[in-house]
């Protein structure tokens, strides 16, 4: 079993940064792809960024590149999102998951941390 803790989250005026942590219970923490979506009031899940098992791969998605930074420890079984120049749309409930493939697509992870409120005021 794999819990996920998201932490880091809060209210932000735009163009702050805010930086999320997800720490995973679990001693194969470092051969999985860790990914980061969201979930704004009434849209569907957004893909936002994945990072390989060695954190040599990452992919982002068209709306944060260039903005958000993922990077993981795994010596302390831990993912980082750093989110710098938030815009009112980065607002959302951000989660963290697990996959054992290096994938943007939300149905291949198996495990989901219970998320955490980003909110961006402008």
């Known amino acids: 079993q794999v819990q996920l803790v998201e932490s880091g989250g809060g209210l932000v005026q735009a163009g702050g940064s805010l930086r999320l942590s997800c720490a995973a219970s679990?001693?194969?923490?470092?051969?999985?792809?860790m990914g980061w979506f969201r979930q704004a009031p009434g849209k569907e899940r957004e893909f936002v960024v994945a990072?390989?098992?060695?954190?040599?791969?990452?992919y982002y998605g068209d709306s944060v590149k260039g903005r958000f930074t993922i990077s993981r420890d795994n010596a302390k079984n831990t993912v980082y999102l750093q989110m710098n120049s938030l815009k009112p749309e980065d607002t959302a409930v951000y989660y963290c998951?697990?996959?054992?493939?290096?994938?943007?697509?939300?149905?291949?992870?198996?495990?989901w941390g219970q998320g955490t409120q980003v909110t961006v005021s402008s």
């Open positions: 998951a697990t996959s054992d493939v290096f994938t943007t697509n939300g149905r291949e992870y198996d495990y």
């Open positions: 679990v001693r194969t923490f470092r051969t999985y792809t």
């Open positions: 990072i390989s098992w060695s954190g040599g791969s990452t």
